[in-house]
């Protein structure tokens, strides 16, 4: 067989796909050998590392004694931020090629940014101690804590999301959102790192729900399947170009739940202890304690208009869609 293969012209074909490449690292004027970006397969490795630290009695791979629990604790933490530390590294020197930054010491902030981060995780498991409660209180068919934490996407979500955005804030956004992506891809639930939620966050069932990168949630907080908290519109500057980073997306206080199908869009707020129905489109804010059904929401067309609360629901609090 020749080296080309079976008739394929490997050989030429590689030879254009390299003509290709050169020609896009120049036209982004990064000729030469460009820094490389952090990986996801190494990044997949170290939430499994974190998650089994976190939870080693449940996550764990094998099983452990009394004895060994902290043994493994320590070894796999220590695995687990040797690998961060190597994709904080290469954000950094990415990063700074991009913006033609020089003289940045990167192994230095990376290990500024990973020895923060670890410091964090025993206020991270407080945090999803929270929401596992929250699962487990918030759905009957719950039958543990264990299962919620082995069986759940939503919690799977919520682990890598608290993980993510505990990053982000330190200011690794690009590990923080290839983490997310990892996580949308293994649960088919949406959150940017960006996103700030607090203690008790229970997502159900979850396929499809989206959360913004701006998006600010309170305690104790419901959310079920195909939810979107998303953007209403999209300004540009003078150039034409979107403006990142202003803030676009809803504020949901403390103890909201929000039904299947409901799509809320812009910086609007969803008032402490309302619920948002089923397939609602919602894109005004909404007092403290509303009820919100698909037959109103349609009604309630002027934006920043404030609904009413305590109307019914189109389907029952109690018997949410599955």
């Known amino acids: 067989m020749s080296k080309t293969g079976m008739g394929w012209n490997i050989d030429t074909i590689v030879s254009e796909l390299r003509l290709l490449r050169n020609k896009a690292l120049e036209s982004r004027q990064r000729e030469g050998r460009p820094p490389k970006m952090p990986s996801r397969k190494a990044l997949l490795g170290v939430l499994e590392n974190i998650s089994a630290a976190l939870f080693p009695n449940r996550l764990a791979p094998g099983e452990l004694s009394d004895e060994s629990v902290d043994y493994f604790v320590g070894h796999t933490l220590d695995a687990a931020l040797r690998s961060l530390y190597e994709q904080l590294r290469r954000e950094c020197r990415f990063k700074s090629e991009q913006q033609g930054l020089f003289g940045i010491d990167c192994s230095q902030q990376a290990a500024a940014i990973n020895r923060e981060f670890a410091a964090q995780l025993p206020a991270i498991r ?20 264990d299962e919620v934490l082995v069986c759940y996407p939503g919690m799977t979500a919520i682990i890598y999301h608290r993980i993510a955005h505990a ?9 923080a959102r290839m983490i997310a992506e990892i996580s949308h891809s293994a649960t088919g639930i949406d959150i940017h790192p960006g996103a700030a939620i607090g203690p008790s966050f229970f997502i159900d069932h979850g396929t499809g729900v989206v959360i913004g990168e701006t998006a600010v949630i309170g305690q104790h907080v419901r959310l079920y399947q195909a939810v979107t908290l998303g953007a209403k519109r999209f300004p540009k500057d003078e150039n034409g170009a979107l403006v990142k980073g202003n803030a676009r997306h809803p504020i949901v206080e403390d103890d909201v739940v929000i039904y299947a199908g409901a799509t809320i869009l812009g910086r609007i707020t969803i008032g402490k202890g309302s619920s948002i129905g089923g397939n609602v489109w919602l894109t005004h804010s909404v007092a403290p304690g509303s009820v919100i059904t698909q037959s109103q929401a349609k009604n309630e067309t002027t934006v920043g208009n404030t609904a009413s609360p305590h109307h019914d629901l189109s389907i029952g609090a109690d018997n949410p869609p599955v």
Do not use: H, I, K, N
Request: hydrophobic fraction near 50%; charged fraction near 15%; glycine fraction near 10%.
């Open 167 to 175: 990053l982000y804030q330190l200011g690794s956004p690009l590990v």
């Open 126 to 145: 407080v945090l999803l101690d929270s929401d596992l409660l929250a699962a487990y209180e918030g759905d009957p068919a719950a039958t543990g804590l």
